[in-house]
């Protein structure tokens, strides 16, 4: 009998460790299964956080474009200026020397300073109209320009809006 016992032992036994394999394999499936779904939703979080980046990078590159443009739209302006000075200076120097009516018609030229002052000068260097091609693209800087128009004015050394 003790043969017998000895072997429905060793079969319960073997038993036993077969069933705790089992379970242990099911265990180490469940475990790789929940960290394959960690890793997918990591991989998605990262997608997300590179998309997030992508879109970033490609908002930084359309700003400093826009501040380009920008630069490039106030480099024209003082250029707009400097003439408009130049041509002020034409005209009072035409004052001294006597022609009153070529200085009044250089200072139409020079944007219209005084009340008969040329409509067709006045619109060509009218700040609205040189940012209006641009207005999509610097959109809130142009919109707070034009709450305050005497900032960019005083940026470039101008008083008021003396255009």
């Known amino acids: ?56 990078e490609a908002a930084e590159l359309a700003l400093g474009q826009a501040v380009m443009k920008q630069e490039r739209i106030i480099t024209e302006l ?11 200076e034409e005209a009072e120097t035409r004052k001294r020397k006597g022609g009153d009516d070529e200085a009044a018609e250089v200072n139409d030229k020079a944007g219209g300073m005084q009340a008969s002052g040329s ?3 006045r619109s060509s260097l009218d700040i609205s109209s040189v940012f209006a091609r641009h207005r999509r693209i610097v959109s809130p800087i142009f919109m707070r320009w034009r709450e305050t128009p005497d900032l960019l004015g005083e ?3 101008w008083q008021g809006t003396a255009l």
Do not use: P, W
């Open 1 to 56: 009998m003790d043969l017998v016992t000895d072997i429905q032992m060793a079969g319960y036994r073997f038993q036993h460790a077969c069933d705790k394999v089992d379970r242990e394999r099911n265990l180490a499936k469940e475990r790789e299964a929940k960290a394959a779904q960690i890793l997918a939703d990591a991989t998605a979080r990262e997608a997300e956080k590179l998309s997030i980046i992508q879109r970033a």
């Open 78 to 88: 003082e250029k707009a200026k400097a003439e408009i000075e130049k041509l002020k």
């Open 119 to 121: 409509k067709k000068a």
């Open 155 to 157: 940026k470039l050394g």
